[in-house]
């Protein structure tokens, strides 16, 4: 792959199979990708998994049907016992992964996180929240995310993931049966072998063509023996969403005395955004609405 036939580009395709009662999605990243890992020294393999991690949330906050965010966070006994990416129906995204142990040569999903869980957090941004768990069982990231929605949702699901380590960049393909007719054998049996050709359809997407080719060119390659109805193109960006007013809606929630305690000591309440890595620093004069609240 040469250098000038890479594809700058953070987007998010959306696409119906008219008669197949199936929808589909194209990400493919680089930039906000690459603003995700940037200053943070994460080891190669880490780098690949939170870009994965990164795609599939991508593809995971395109299905919401209602305005909010989804936070993908996988937790386990390994070397990375964290990671995180969070995204709105925007397509606005941060990640993060945390280290507990040293990485040797640890590559796979479970070689890095270990014995453990994928937390799937669904917030409106009107109503409840809502939180799925699976295990980690499948061996890939990929994998283990179509066994949620099959567990969680009872939707044959279909997920691909891929990155570029050399070029930064990362990808992902989604395939999702929907709901349809009567729920007869005759209808089921038929949505399955559906489901199976797209399946094979999407398998033959090779790593430099998703790495390469504007969705239009890859989806006509894939698909262009179906009817396809593609949504416009939604473009992803890195947007961590901290600010100075969050962090104090942090601090409020420490007591008077404590706020009191580390301003005498240290001369101001300093915050490190683990995401973007932003630092915050909080005088006294900023805080004195919650340091004057033990005066009451
Ligand atoms: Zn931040």
């Not at 040797?104 to 994928?118: A, D, R, S, V, Y």
């Not at 049966?177 to 209808?187: K, T």
């Not at 797209?198 to 239009?216: D, G, M, S």
């Not at 179906?226 to 949504?231: A, F, I, N, R």
């Amino acid at each position: 792959m040469s250098e000038n036939t890479l594809l700058k580009t953070d987007t998010l395709n959306r696409y119906l199979f008219d008669d197949m009662h199936a929808r589909g999605e194209l990400v493919q990243l680089s930039h906000s990708y690459q603003c995700i890992i940037q200053h943070h020294n994460y080891p190669p393999a880490v780098r690949i998994l939170l870009g994965e991690l990164l795609a599939a949330t991508c593809l995971l906050t395109a299905t919401l049907k209602f305005e909010g965010e989804i936070t993908v966070q996988l937790q386990g006994d390994g070397p990375v016992g964290y990671m995180s990416v969070n995204g709105d129906n925007n397509q606005q995204m941060r990640g993060i992964a945390k280290l507990s142990q040293t990485i040797t040569n640890e590559n796979t999903l479970h070689q890095l996180i270990g014995k453990g869980n994928m937390v799937i957090t669904i917030r409106p941004n009107q109503g409840e929240p809502y939180q799925g768990i699976v295990a980690l069982e499948q061996d890939s990231l990929a994998d283990c995310l179509a066994h949620y929605f099959e567990v969680s949702e009872q939707i044959p699901t279909k997920i691909w993931l891929f990155s570029h380590e050399q070029n930064q960049q990362v990808a992902g393909a989604f395939l999702q049966l929907l709901p349809d007719g009567d729920g007869s054998d005759e209808n089921k049996a038929k949505q399955q072998s559906d489901f199976e050709h797209l399946t094979q359809l999407t398998n033959t997407i090779k790593a430099e063509e998703i790495f390469t080719l504007e969705a239009q060119a890859l989806l006509y390659r894939l698909y262009h023996q179906e009817t396809v109805s593609l949504y416009e193109p939604q473009a992803v960006t890195y947007q961590c969403g901290c600010s100075s007013d969050k962090c104090l809606a942090a601090i409020s929630q420490v007591s008077a005395e404590e706020i009191s305690a580390i301003l005498t000591e240290q001369g101001k309440i300093s915050m490190t955004c683990e995401y973007c890595l932003t630092h915050y620093d909080f005088f006294a004069e900023d805080l004195k609405s919650f340091t004057s609240k033990q005066n009451h």
